[in-house]
C-alpha cells in the first residue's frame, strides 16, 4: 500500500464499517443456511443488500476520500444501484416460487387474481 | 500497511469466505431449484463485497469496476433464471 498513512480515527472507523458489512454478510449467508423453508429463507440475503453493502460503501467512501484528499463518492454507485436492483429478482423469484409451490399442491395461499369463469358476465 | 486495517481487512475477507461458504453449502444441498438460485444471487452479492475489500486491501479504486459488473451479472443472471422457472422460457 503507497500513499499516505491514514489517521487513527479514520482507520478505526473504516475497519469497523467494513467489519460491521462483512459480520452482517456472514449473519445474511448463516440465515439463507438456517432457516427451515424457503419462504423464511428468502429474507435473509436482504440483510446484505441494504445494511451490510452501505456499511462496506460508506467504508470506501471514507477510505478513498481520505487517501485522495477530496470527496469520493463512486461506491455509492454500486449501492444506489443494488439498491434499485435486488428488489426485482427476488420478487421475481417468490413468485415463480409460489407458482410452483401451488402447481405442487402444497398449503400456501391461493392466487389473488379473479379468474372469471366462461359463461359467467362480469359486473 | 497501517496497523489496524492491515488485520481487519483479511479478517473481513474470512467472514466474507465464510459466509459464501455457508451459500455455497445451500446451493449444493438446496431442496429445491429456488433455493439454488436465491444460494447464487447471495453467493453473487457476497462476491461483490469481498471484491471491494480486496481493493480496499490493495489500495486501488480498479476493483470497483469488477464489483460493478459482478452486481449487473447477478441482476440479471437471477432475474433470467427467476423467469425461467416462472414461465419455463427466459424470452417469450
Known amino acids: 500500500m503507497t500513499g499516505l498513512v491514514l489517521p487513527m480515527w479514520a482507520e478505526i472507523s473504516v475497519a469497523a ?19 427451515p423453508t424457503f419462504f423464511e ?8 443488500a441494504t445494511l451490510g ?13 481520505l487517501r485522495q484528499g ?18 426485482i429478482p427476488t420478487i421475481f423469484l417468490m413468485r415463480a416460487s409460489l407458482f410452483r409451490a401451488r402447481q405442487m399442491g402444497q398449503d400456501v395461499p391461493p392466487s389473488v387474481s379473479r379468474v372469471v369463469p366462461p359463461g359467467v358476465k362480469d359486473s | 500497511m497501517n496497523p489496524i486495517l492491515s488485520w481487519a481487512l483479511p479478517l473481513a475477507l474470512c467472514m466474507l469466505a465464510l459466509a459464501m461458504l455457508c451459500t455455497m453449502i445451500r446451493l449444493i444441498k438446496g431442496p ?11 453467493m453473487y452479492l457476497n462476491g461483490m463485497l ?3 475489500v480486496l481493493g480496499l486491501i490493495d489500495g486501488s479504486s480498479h476493483y470497483f469496476e469488477a464489483a460493478l459488473l459482478i452486481a449487473l451479472l447477478g441482476f440479471v443472471g437471477t432475474t433470467a433464471m427467476a423467469k425461467f422457472l416462472l414461465r419455463g422460457e427466459v424470452i417469450e
Open chain 1, 53 to 65: 453493502c452501505w456499511c462496506v460503501m460508506w467504508g470506501m467512501v471514507l477510505f478513498f476520500s
Open chain 1, 70 to 87: 477530496e470527496l469520493a463518492v463512486f461506491p455509492l454507485l454500486i449501492a444506489v444501484f443494488i439498491a434499485i436492483t435486488v428488489p
Open chain 2, 32 to 42: 429445491s431449484a429456488q433455493d439454488r438460485v436465491l444460494a447464487l444471487d447471495c
Open chain 1, 41 to 48: 429463507r428468502v429474507h435473509a440475503p436482504a440483510i446484505i
Open chain 1, 17 to 35: 464499517l467494513v467489519l460491521a458489512g462483512a459480520g452482517l454478510a456472514l449473519l445474511g449467508s448463516f440465515g439463507l443456511l438456517r432457516l
Open chain 2, 50 to 52: 469481498a471484491m471491494l
